[in-house]
């Protein structure tokens, strides 16, 4: 019974670690390689992980897609935090509004942390 406290533990541990924040230097490539990325890509699709630029790749993602706001990268899924369904990095279009229901906090060069609220 304590193995199984203690595994459960440990999995809550590792599911709560929150998105990272980016040093500049490579927030500045982030942003021009996901500014590239959303003028290849019009419409609202998900990324086939052979496609992600290797400077996105190297975030870790569980998934990248993109929408009429922006461009998502998804870092977490649930487990990561109470009534939060999906958690990582925003790269916005042009012209982008906060959409309702969802948390953004800029960390610089037009680069956000989101977290997507069930």
Same mark, same amino acid.
């Given at each position: 019974?304590? #193995? ?9 541990? @590792? ?10 230097? =490579?927030?500045?490539?982030? &942003?021009?390689?996901?500014? +590239?990325? #959303? !003028?290849?890509?019009? *419409? @609202? ?5 052979? =496609?992600?630029?290797?400077?996105? +790749?190297? /975030?870790?993602?569980? =998934? /990248?897609? @993109?929408? !009429?706001?922006? /461009?998502?990268?998804?870092?977490? %899924?649930?487990?990561? !935090?109470?009534?939060? +369904? !999906?958690? $990582? &990095?925003?790269?916005?279009?042009? $012209?982008?509004?906060? +959409?309702? *229901? ?9 680069? &956000?942390? &989101? %977290?997507?609220?069930?």
């Amino acid at each position: 019974m304590r #193995l199984v406290s203690l595994l459960l533990s440990c999995f809550l541990l @590792v599911s709560c670690i929150p998105v990272d924040d980016i040093p500049e230097a =490579n927030r500045n490539l982030i &942003y021009r390689t996901s500014i +590239a990325l #959303l !003028e290849d890509v019009s *419409g @609202v699709e998900s990324i086939p992980e052979h =496609n992600w630029p290797r400077t996105i +790749a190297r /975030l870790g993602p569980k =998934n /990248l897609y @993109v929408t !009429e706001d922006g /461009l998502y990268i998804v870092i977490q %899924k649930p487990f990561s !935090e109470l009534f939060v +369904a !999906e958690t $990582g &990095y925003f790269i916005p279009r042009v $012209g982008w509004q906060i +959409a309702v *229901g969802h948390s953004y906090e800029l960390l610089g060069n037009d680069i &956000y942390i &989101y %977290k997507i609220r069930t």
